[in-house]
């Protein structure tokens, strides 16, 4: 089955350090890949997709990812965590229709 | 609407009985997702719609469960005799629906079976 595993429960970070969440998928052809965030008591929040094109992507408060086609990852990261960066993260994808699907979330906590 | 909206936004019902829960999606949003989020769990997909048919509906738990969309804008999720594992927060989201636009989510409905 087509899926995107986050291997990663929790991620602990101290704040101005740097954040990695990691992504990888199963999906076979060209993947449409997603990052959502969802931070406490308030619904999920998109930041990024990689659709084609430049394989590194920006996306919104700071985060970046970056698709891998040889490692099949697409790793979540942020140059220098907030303590307001602690939250639920998802990443997600498209295979060949419409269906989004997710992985398991990731916690990520940052420390002051 | 600006955003997703779905009602109601807390939902406390007797097992065994019916429940509906709405989602009006942004519009002129042609694609409609139904997940389920269980307390510090992951998203759960349920149903998706492309317009006002369902492509894929292969998440529904059981045939208690089941879903309309109409006028490719508002859809319900219904809940057949309510079980306690139905405890969750059901989260609808929307799309422009094609496959590279990103979805956006509403608040969710947190549904309570006691």
């Known amino acids: 089955a087509q899926s995107v595993a986050q291997p990663e429960d929790q991620v602990n970070v101290a704040e101005g350090n740097p954040l990695t969440v990691k992504c990888t998928y199963s999906?076979?052809?060209?993947?449409?890949l997603f990052w959502y965030v969802q931070y406490p008591n308030r619904g999920l929040q998109f930041l990024l997709k990689?659709?084609?094109?430049?394989?590194l992507v920006k996306g919104s408060y700071g985060f970046e990812a970056e698709f891998n086609k040889s490692q099949t990852s697409f790793h979540l990261k942020k140059p220098s965590a907030l303590v307001s960066d602690s939250a639920l993260y998802f990443c997600a994808f498209k295979a060949a229709g419409n269906k989004l699907t997710f992985g398991g979330g990731t916690r990520v906590l940052v420390k002051p | 609407g600006a955003g997703v909206s779905q009602s109601p936004s807390n939902k406390v019902t007797e097992k065994g009985k019916d429940v509906e829960l709405r989602c009006d999606p942004i519009s002129g949003h042609t694609a409609l997702y139904w997940y389920r989020q269980r307390l510090g769990q992951g998203l759960e997909f349920l149903i998706y719609f492309q317009g006002n048919s369902a492509p894929d509906k292969s998440g529904l738990p059981s045939d208690r469960f089941s879903a309309e969309r109409t006028g490719e804008s508002v859809s319900t999720l219904t809940i057949q005799r309510t079980q306690q594992e139905d405890s969750a927060v059901y989260l609808c989201?929307?799309?422009?629906?094609?496959?590279?636009?990103?979805?956006?989510f509403g608040q969710g409905t947190r549904l309570t079976v006691v």
């Open positions: 989201a929307s799309s422009l629906g094609r496959r590279y636009t990103e979805a956006f």
């Open positions: 990689y659709i084609t094109g430049d394989n």
């Open positions: 999906v076979s052809g060209n993947p449409y």
